[in-house]
């Protein structure tokens, strides 16, 4: 046979390899064909959901993990051009809450991530909680609870407003674990890194409710004034104490 009258046979396309469903989607399925089901028992189509909830929670836990790991990879390191002078003396240097949304702002839009705050006040504190929140819906969250910042000739207003702008800063570290250059103590004692950290102050809070304790009652016990005070070195006594307590009550 000459070149020319040759058949060129194409070999048929084989069709792309299905991809497996994922876990959420297949319990998905099963619920809607329970759910269509006029016979359906609503205590397993119960179960179903609830198996979901918790599949979608993981995944959500998981993609933020991810997320979170690839970001802190790129975060860049917080110079501190805040400056605290006291009668024309620089006093300490900072870094500016400004300064810090700026320079992560890029990254949180790149991997799905925002930031919120919540500021609730007492008579004698402020607490101020920040939200990551992630674009997959898992977030985390912690707070910080400060005196209000009577330093200086600060008023009642400003006393209040310079102690939540620090503790933004420090819950926007914090939830990011930013880099900044030097220590940030900004001259402010509850910021002492041998004191507890937000972590440890909920667990603290934790343990308090569980053992039917207020805050006062806590921190006038351990002879301080404020739950941030508490050394650092101290906090695995304190828990010890606070789960005595609650032993006792159950046991009465």
């Known amino acids: 046979m000459s070149e ?8 048929e396309s084989q069709p792309a390899p299905a991809q497996p469903a ?11 064909r329970v759910a269509a089901n006029p016979e359906a028992d609503i205590d397993k189509l119960e179960r179903l959901l609830d198996m979901q909830e918790r599949i979608m929670n993981r995944n959500a836990e998981q993609a933020f993990n991810t997320a979170m790991a690839q970001m802190q990879a790129e975060l860049p390191v917080i110079d501190k051009n805040g400056e605290i002078i006291v009668k024309g003396t620089l006093r300490s240097k900072f870094a500016k809450l400004d300064d810090i949304q700026e320079a992560c702002k890029p990254f949180l839009k790149k991997y799905g991530f925002a930031v919120s705050f919540r500021i609730k006040n007492t008579e004698r504190d402020v607490c101020i909680s920040g939200i990551l929140m992630h674009s997959q819906g898992h977030r ?17 207003v400003q006393s209040i407003g310079s102690s939540v702008s620090y503790g933004k800063r420090y819950v926007y570290g914090a939830l990011l674990d930013i880099t900044i250059k030097g220590e940030d103590t900004d001259g402010v004692p509850p910021a002492n890194v041998n004191n507890v950290s937000p972590q440890q102050i909920q667990q603290l809070r934790n343990a308090m409710r569980m053992a039917g304790i207020n805050e006062q009652q806590f921190c006038n016990s351990a002879g301080i004034q404020n739950i941030n005070q508490l050394p650092a070195d101290r906090f695995n006594r304190a828990m010890k104490y606070l789960q005595e307590n609650r032993a006792q009550g159950v046991q009465q």
């Not at 020319?4 to 070999?11: E, G, W, Y």
């Open 4 to 11: 020319s009258n040759q058949i060129m046979v194409k070999p």
């Open 22 to 32: 994922s876990e959420a989607t297949q319990v998905l399925a099963v619920i809607e």
């Open 140 to 156: 985390e969250e912690t707070e910080i609870t400060l005196p209000a910042d009577g330093s200086g000739s600060k008023n009642n």
